[in-house]
């Protein structure tokens, strides 16, 4: 059973995502909260084990929330439910840790899939909303960092497929090698660059990686 804590500020949301998701027979919402604060306190008093993040809520919004969870327990999987003009908040979400986002009106089958698959530790994003994300006006951003040029080649293709929303069996079939190659890759790609997980590197690939000339 996948233990479920939902975070929004509207009543209506939290008690219309509840019902969805309970007719779930592998999901329990266990907790409630209105606002980020209170998500945090529950996020540490209940530990579930995916926390579902509004955005925009008053006293703490969703960013620092994550934040503040994530620093108590690294290892909670957070996925963020917004809409399109909060495209500059969800990429600080995602680069604070979240898992991935959903827009709201995402159909109740998909939403469960996506908590399933953010609870076995995969980042999820909704379609074409990576692209969404990194149209946004960014901040400053940093120059690459040096670890990039480590990289292999094979590595360098792996990260960019990365930023295209691939998956490893996508990847693998692309790069005609084997989805345990393909992991084994995203590994050393994390560690290199000190990256949390594949949604944090697939933002990384469209911020700084080079599609590789064709051979």
């Known amino acids: 059973m996948i233990r479920l804590l939902i975070v929004d500020d509207q ?58 969870i994530l620093a108590e327990d690294p290892e909670m999987k957070i996925l963020i439910l917004t809409t399109f003009d909060d495209d500059q908040l969800v990429s600080q979400a995602i680069r604070a840790g979240a898992k991935g986002y959903l827009l709201k009106d995402t159909p109740s089958e998909e939403l469960a899939e996506a908590i399933r698959a953010v609870q076995r530790g995969y980042g999820h994003l909704g379609p074409g909303l990576l692209a969404k994300i990194v149209t946004t006006p960014p901040p400053p951003q940093p120059e690459p960092p040096p670890e990039l040029a480590q990289l292999t080649p094979r590595e360098l293709e792996v990260l960019n497929l990365l930023g295209e929303g691939l998956n490893n069996r996508e990847i693998a079939e692309q790069l005609y090698i084997s989805e345990r190659t393909v992991k084994n890759h995203v590994t050393h790609i994390l560690g290199r660059l000190q990256l949390r997980d594949r949604t944090q590197a697939a933002l990384f690939a469209v911020q700084f990686a080079k599609p590789l000339p064709p051979h």
């Open 11 to 68: 009543s209506i949301i939290r008690e219309g995502l509840k019902s969805l998701l309970q007719a779930q027979p592998d999901l329990a919402v266990v907790g409630l909260a209105e606002q980020g604060q209170a998500g945090v306190e529950q996020a540490i008093a209940l530990r579930p084990d995916v926390v579902l993040m509004d955005i925009r809520m008053p006293i703490m919004d969703g960013v620092a929330a994550t934040r503040a």
